[in-house]
Every structure is written in C-alpha cells, then in structure tokens.
C-alpha cells in the first residue's frame, strides 16, 4: 500500500521522524531519491548540485537547475548506500557523492562494474568505497537490505569491452517491500519480462522522453510518459512515481500533462508525479518493522 503524505516545511525537518514500518521515499529532483527504511538510509541517483551549470556556462544548452534541491548536501542525515544507474553527471555527481563520502565514513557507493574507474577518477575515492553491480546479479548490501541490478537502455542497450552493461536499473528489496528504480531507460526487447520478475510494488520511471533533435545534440533519452505506464501496468506493479522532468528546460515534461495522464487512467496501476514535500510511504506485509 502507498500512502502520499503531503509535509510543511524543509525535508531536513521532516527526515528527523523516521518510519517506525515499511519505507518511506523523498523525491529529490531529477532521477534522485532519498529511502528510509528506518534502519537504513539510501539515496539512489543524486543531484544536489549545480555542476552541470558550470560545466556548460559557455557551450551547449543551458543547465541552469529549473529547481532547487529540496535538500542541501550538508544538511544530509547519516546515509548508509547511494547506488548510481549510470555515468551520466546527473546520475552520479563527484559534486554530491564526494562531499557525502568525506562526511559518512561507513557510506558505499553502488555502481554498474563497466563505471568503477571512471566513479574513483571522478570522485577522488578509494576503491574500498564502492560496490560494482552489472546486469542479472543480485546482492545482499546489508541485513534488510537486497539489490538486484537489470539492463536498461539509454537510446540502446550498451556494454563496455568486458561484456559489462554500462546503464543499469536497481530493484530494492527493503522490508518486505520492493522498489524498482529503472535507470534512464527507452524500451528494449525482453524488458517486460525482466521487469515483472522482479515482483516490484513501486515502480520509479523517467517520463521526459526523447527526440531526433536531442540525439542530434548528443542527449540520450527517456521513456515517454505513454511508455513508462505501459512497462509497469504489464508488469502488474500497483504504483509508479513518474520522474526526470523539472531540472532542465532543454529536457522535461510539462507536470500538467503528468496530471492529466494520473487522472484519465482506469488500470489497476496507480501514477502519480514525483513531487518534493511529499512523503511517499510504502507498507509491506503486515506492516514489516524496519
């Protein structure tokens, strides 16, 4: 069951009452999420700053934030994993996850095997820091806490020289709850499946899409919003957080048509749009204790 648990106030404060069952998730902009479990804390996806603004100041289109974090890096609780889809800046930022591992000492980093070098060049971490996942493994990251990695495809499925797919999508299992997180994906054959095997009761699916004109300009894109809903009303997942829009005006999805999409929808499955201020609280079976 998901419960929408509108908050006054910053997510700092709010991130002070952690939940007692179940998993509580935070949007915090883009692709990134914070979950509680209560026990655990994980960020999935991250960006909390404004590098890419300065990386394009003089070419390219503007990466100005459309939005401003709903959190500050330092304002952070203790985290204990933040797993990265991809190598992408806006999904793994040496400007959020070197600060972060500099002020949590028991803090790992979860990435796909085919970006280990390039995460410690560009975070300055040590090996030791990081955990490498790939595609149809699965690992127990702590007591209480599974992750399973699956392909995905950004514009098209991607492997480096050692046959390790560069883009990934992660499914938690976290106190009896499961929580799909795809990465930046397009659809691709054989995804439906992969997808329903996982058994996911959330799913968290970019919606921004793509275009000849943003391949053209060297971005990769998304899901449409049509295509997002169809992978999780195949795979029977009860929920999905419709994500990546809102950061980049070059690169988004007008939140109204989000809306309009949750409204007119009969399915079993449940859209909604990734919003900040929002707790999005998932209870598991009989209420599963973190």
Same mark, same amino acid.
């Given at each position: ?13 709010? #991130?002070?009452?952690? =939940?007692? %069952?179940?998993?509580? #998730? ?12 209560? &026990?655990?804390?994980?960020? !999935? ?24 974090? =709903? ?20 999904? #793994?930022? @040496? ?13 790992? $980093? +979860? ?35 599974? +992750?399973?990695? +699956? ?20 499914? *938690?299992?976290?106190?009896?709850? &499961? ?17 329903? /095997?996982?058994?996911?009761? *959330? /799913?968290?699916?970019? +919606? ?5 004109? $943003?391949?053209?300009?060297? !971005?990769?894109?998304?899901?449409? *919003?049509?295509? @997002?809903?169809? #992978? ?5 997942? =009860? %929920? ?13 999805? @007008? ?6 999409? /949750?409204? %007119?929808?009969?399915?079993?499955? &449940?859209?909604?749009? /990734? ?9 598991? =079976? ?5």
């Amino acid at each position: 069951m998901l419960e929408v648990l509108p908050f006054a106030g910053p997510l700092v404060g709010r #991130l002070a009452n952690r =939940p007692e %069952a179940g998993l509580s #998730l935070y949007w915090l902009g883009q692709a990134g999420f914070l979950l509680d479990s209560g &026990r655990h804390r994980l960020l !999935i996806d991250p960006y909390l700053s404004n590098s890419l603004a300065e990386k394009y100041r003089d070419r390219g289109p503007s990466h100005e934030r459309m939005m401003p974090p =709903p959190i500050e890096i330092d304002e952070l609780p203790p985290l204990d994993f933040i797993l990265c889809t991809h190598h992408h800046t806006d999904h #793994l930022d @040496a400007a959020t996850l070197a600060p972060l591992a500099r002020r949590f000492a028991q803090l790992r $980093l +979860v990435v796909p095997k085919a970006s280990l070098i390039l995460a410690q060049d560009r975070t300055g971490l040590g090996p030791e820091r990081f955990i490498g996942m790939d595609a149809g493994e699965t690992l127990v990251l702590d007591q209480g806490i599974e +992750v399973s990695a +699956v392909r995905a495809a950004h514009e098209e499925l991607q492997r480096d020289e050692q046959g390790r797919h560069l883009f990934l999508g992660y499914a *938690l299992g976290v106190n009896g709850i &499961r929580v799909f997180h795809s990465g930046d994906t397009i659809p691709f054959a054989g995804q439906i499946e992969e997808v329903r /095997a996982l058994a996911a009761d *959330l /799913a968290l699916l970019p +919606v921004n899409g793509r275009s000849p004109a $943003l391949a053209a300009a060297g !971005i990769a894109g998304n899901f449409t *919003l049509e295509e @997002a809903v169809e #992978l999780a009303s195949a795979c029977g997942i =009860p %929920a999905m957080l419709a994500h990546h829009y809102g950061l980049f005006a070059f690169n988004t999805l @007008a939140p109204e048509r989000i809306d309009a999409k /949750a409204m %007119a929808m009969a399915g079993p499955t &449940r859209l909604l749009r /990734a919003r900040t201020g929002i707790e999005y609280r998932l209870i598991g =079976p009989a209420g599963t204790a973190g």
